[in-house]
């Protein structure tokens, strides 16, 4: 009689060959693995690194590039201190929410109670770009293998929006880089719920992204059947956002009684005119390695840059701002997008997610696509400012500059122009010493070299303060440009 056939599986399995097909895949995967793991968070590392080390260099050489930096501190002093954003810097009892719709930046007040300093939100800014990294880098590899990936994601970090941004110092834009990162990451994967929750909060950053958070909505809803209901509500949520923000709650806290920037607006031709908006459109195609422009995320951009083309500040349109932040995650996402993933051999084309995935000549010409725009730019990338040894000596203007601000005592109501106006935010009463405010200052601290002097310094600053505001004012304070003059 025949004995059956032992069918039981054996203790331990088989071992393969050494030297089979399968240790060379093995190791692949180790590589992978291991750059998955580190690289990513390297990346987010160097980059809220440099750029918070930049960020401290133009803190300690005096740089200003425009008031903005001494409006936000003023605003983080204030949650801080658990009142609300009343900034004088902007004028008399002007309440920021009614200049833009940011509650997000009520999370600056724990930073505020670590760092009463302007040089602490320049650091949260670098860590929030940096952080953005973090998702998009994973996903860059593990869609396009850990070497192509890994240069994607260096790509991003050093993008000419997070360069111009950082240049540009604080501006609540930065909360929403992080935020897209992660949403488009998470959709990317096919995790639509993770994706929709992480950019419901986007309508909180500034009221312009409700229309981008609509946008998504609508994307969800055409390229995911099964979660069309939730892609629609998504839309309803930042369409709904918008226009509540924009023409109700805006106007409502506006000294004014009104949207502030409805005055921008030029004519239908004009958003397509001066070339230099095209250029931009250029750069960020490149950036999406200009195959990315087949994704339905590339539909993204459109909010951002109508709003933009329609208005008629040329500085909207230039690289040099940071309004260009929050797109690099969208071409960044749209980029993986269209090329694809590896690992299952389908890309996105157009309509179709189903496409095969383009030859290695092309995801790499995409790729380094992404990375010259940026490299193009040369010796013109801000962050390179942080390898330049030069840019790490003193400023002979520091210690008048500390003198100037020591001539006025704490709690002063202070009249100020922009360069010292971050920097006296902590300890004074802040207003621009330009701007339409009705209070008399205390003192008034002038910088000889600062750029909104049009028509150059005046010869006496307390004549001028008291030709101002109609009082006498004497100098107590005059060195290295700065000049004090303060009420006897």
Same mark, same amino acid.
């Given at each position: 009689?025949?004995?059956?056939?032992?069918?039981?599986?054996?203790? &331990?399995?088989?071992?393969?060959?050494?030297?089979?097909?399968?240790?060379?895949?093995?190791?692949?995967?180790?590589?992978?693995?291991?750059?998955?793991?580190?690289?990513?968070?390297?990346?987010?590392?160097?980059?809220?690194?440099?750029?918070?080390?930049?960020?401290?260099?133009?803190?300690?050489?005096?740089?200003?590039?425009?008031?903005?930096?001494?409006?936000?501190?003023?605003?983080?002093?204030?949650?801080?201190?658990?009142?609300?954003?009343?900034?004088?810097?902007?004028?008399?009892?002007?309440?920021?929410?009614?200049?833009?719709?940011?509650?997000?930046?009520?999370?600056?007040?724990?930073?505020?109670?670590?760092?009463?300093?302007?040089?602490?939100?320049?650091?949260?800014? =670098?860590?929030?770009?940096?952080?953005?990294?973090?998702?998009?880098?994973?996903?860059?590899?593990?869609?396009?293998?850990?070497?192509?990936?890994?240069? #994607?994601?260096?790509?991003?970090?050093?993008?000419?929006?997070?360069?111009?941004?950082?240049?540009?110092?604080?501006?609540?834009?930065?909360?929403?880089?992080?935020?897209?990162?992660?949403?488009? &990451?998470?959709?990317?994967?096919?995790?639509?719920?993770?994706?929709?929750?992480?950019?419901?909060?986007?309508?909180?950053?500034?009221?312009?992204?409700?229309?981008?958070?609509?946008?998504?909505?609508?994307?969800? #809803?055409?390229?995911?059947?099964?979660?069309?209901?939730?892609?629609?509500?998504?839309?309803?949520?930042? =369409?709904?956002?918008?226009?509540?923000?924009?023409?109700?709650?805006?106007?409502?806290?506006?000294?004014?009684?009104?949207?502030?920037?409805?005055?921008?607006?030029?004519?239908?031709?004009?958003?397509?005119?001066?070339?230099?908006?095209?250029?931009?459109?250029?750069?960020?195609?490149?950036?999406?390695?200009?195959?990315?422009?087949?994704?339905?995320?590339?539909?993204?951009?459109?909010?951002?840059?109508?709003?933009?083309?329609?208005? &008629?500040?040329?500085?909207?349109?230039?690289?040099?701002?940071?309004?260009?932040?929050?797109?690099?995650?969208?071409?960044?996402?749209?980029?993986?997008?269209?090329?694809?993933?590896?690992?299952?051999?389908?890309?996105?084309?157009?309509?179709?997610?189903?496409?095969?995935?383009?030859?290695?000549?092309?995801?790499?010409?995409?790729?380094?696509?992404?990375?010259?725009?940026?490299?193009?730019?040369?010796?013109?990338?801000?962050?390179?400012?942080?390898?330049?040894?030069?840019?790490?000596?003193?400023?002979?203007?520091?210690?008048?500059?500390?003198?100037?601000?020591?001539?006025?005592?704490?709690?002063?109501?202070?009249?100020?122009?922009?360069?010292?106006?971050?920097?006296?935010?902590?300890?004074?009463?802040?207003?621009?010493?330009?701007?339409?405010?009705?209070?008399?200052?205390?003192?008034?601290?002038?910088?000889?070299?600062?750029?909104?002097?049009?028509?150059?310094?005046?010869?006496?600053?307390?004549?001028?303060?008291?030709?101002?505001?109609?009082?006498?004012?004497?100098?107590?304070?005059?060195?290295?440009?700065?000049?004090?003059?303060?009420?006897?």
């Amino acid at each position: 009689m025949d004995l059956p056939a032992d069918t039981t599986a054996p203790a &331990t399995p088989p071992q393969a060959p050494r030297g089979s097909a399968s240790e060379p895949a093995d190791a692949a995967a180790r590589t992978t693995a291991l750059v998955r793991r580190l690289v990513p968070t390297l990346l987010a590392v160097i980059a809220s690194l440099a750029y918070g080390m930049q960020g401290t260099q133009q803190f300690r050489h005096l740089v200003a590039k425009s008031w903005d930096l001494g409006i936000f501190t003023q605003l983080a002093r204030d949650y801080g201190e658990l009142r609300a954003p009343i900034v004088p810097i902007k004028g008399d009892d002007v309440n920021l929410l009614g200049d833009h719709f940011h509650p997000i930046l009520a999370l600056l007040a724990p930073v505020w109670w670590v760092w009463p300093s302007g040089e602490a939100l320049l650091w949260t800014q =670098a860590l929030l770009l940096g952080v953005s990294a973090i998702p998009l880098t994973r996903l860059a590899i593990d869609r396009l293998g850990p070497a192509l990936g890994s240069l #994607a994601g260096g790509a991003y970090v050093v993008s000419f929006g997070l360069q111009a941004a950082a240049s540009v110092q604080f501006h609540e834009i930065a909360f929403a880089v992080p935020l897209l990162a992660l949403s488009l &990451t998470a959709l990317l994967r096919g995790r639509v719920l993770p994706a929709i929750l992480w950019a419901a909060p986007l309508v909180l950053v500034k009221e312009d992204l409700g229309l981008t958070v609509a946008m998504l909505g609508v994307v969800i #809803a055409l390229r995911h059947r099964a979660h069309r209901a939730e892609g629609i509500g998504l839309a309803g949520w930042g =369409a709904g956002w918008f226009l509540l923000s924009t023409f109700v709650i805006l106007p409502l806290l506006n000294t004014a009684g009104q949207y502030d920037y409805t005055d921008n607006l030029g004519s239908p031709l004009e958003v397509l005119w001066p070339p230099a908006k095209w250029i931009l459109v250029l750069m960020l195609l490149l950036a999406a390695g200009v195959i990315g422009a087949r994704s339905p995320l590339i539909l993204l951009l459109l909010p951002t840059l109508a709003w933009r083309f329609a208005g &008629t500040v040329d500085f909207y349109w230039s690289w040099g701002w940071h309004y260009d932040a929050l797109l690099m995650p969208i071409v960044l996402a749209a980029m993986l997008d269209a090329l694809g993933d590896r690992r299952t051999g389908r890309a996105t084309a157009w309509a179709r997610r189903d496409a095969p995935i383009p030859v290695a000549r092309i995801r790499v010409t995409a790729v380094a696509a992404s990375a010259a725009v940026t490299l193009m730019l040369g010796g013109a990338m801000p962050v390179l400012d942080v390898v330049r040894p030069d840019q790490w000596e003193p400023t002979w203007r520091a210690e008048p500059a500390a003198s100037a601000l020591e001539a006025v005592p704490d709690g002063d109501v202070l009249a100020v122009d922009i360069t010292l106006m971050a920097h006296a935010v902590p300890d004074h009463d802040v207003q621009w010493i330009h701007g339409p405010n009705q209070r008399v200052p205390d003192c008034v601290l002038s910088d000889d070299y600062a750029f909104s002097w049009a028509d150059g310094p005046p010869e006496d600053i307390a004549d001028w303060a008291q030709q101002t505001w109609g009082t006498d004012f004497e100098t107590v304070h005059e060195e290295g440009g700065f000049r004090v003059a303060c009420r006897p």
